[in-house]
């Protein structure tokens, strides 16, 4: 089911990213996205409302319009679409998917790291230089702090996950000594 979900919103993210692109104003439609997306999450009662399969239609654009006065015509077309298809549930993903998308397109990729202690900023720098450099793409770096890592880096780009943390290597050990059959003869 969360794959469906998933290829819906990247269905939606898509038309948006081929409109806004086509109008050239792909920076101010994910703009206002993630702008609207935030408002959303911050306001529980307009977004039950929105979600609210017992509404009419015509009360959510209402209220959705509302929220939409100052945002970019492809935005407020967006969201209306997703109102008439009762998919206003994948706003998130949809949002998610498009800043992906937007940030490809302008040739940035966002990374999460985590480290087990906080990285000075020149290290945190040094990284999006180096990772710049391999992958051709302006990297931006997002750091935070998890100690249950106990040590080396974690990071996360669009669909992939590098583990170069200490406790993943200590679980494949784990892993390697449950799993490993003992030579025959042997005693345990």
Known sequence: ?????????????????????????????????QAFT??????????????????????KHRIANHALSSVDPLVKNAINVLIDNGRVALLHDIQFALADMAAVAGGVLDMEITSAVPLAPEQVKEL???????????????ASVDPSIIGGLVLRARDVLLDASVRRELEDIRRALITTPLPVGSEA
């Open 38 to 59: 935030a408002h959303m999450a911050g306001d529980r009662t307009v977004l039950r409302a929105l979600l609210n399969p017992q509404l009419p239609a015509e009360a």
């Open 128 to 142: 999006e230089q180096r990772i710049s450099g391999a992958t051709g793409l302006q990297a931006q770096l997002s």
């Open 1 to 33: 089911m969360a794959e469906r979900i998933e290829a819906a919103a990247r269905v939606y993210a898509q038309a948006l990213y081929e409109a806004a692109s086509e109008a050239g104003r792909l920076a101010e439609v994910d703009r206002d996205m």
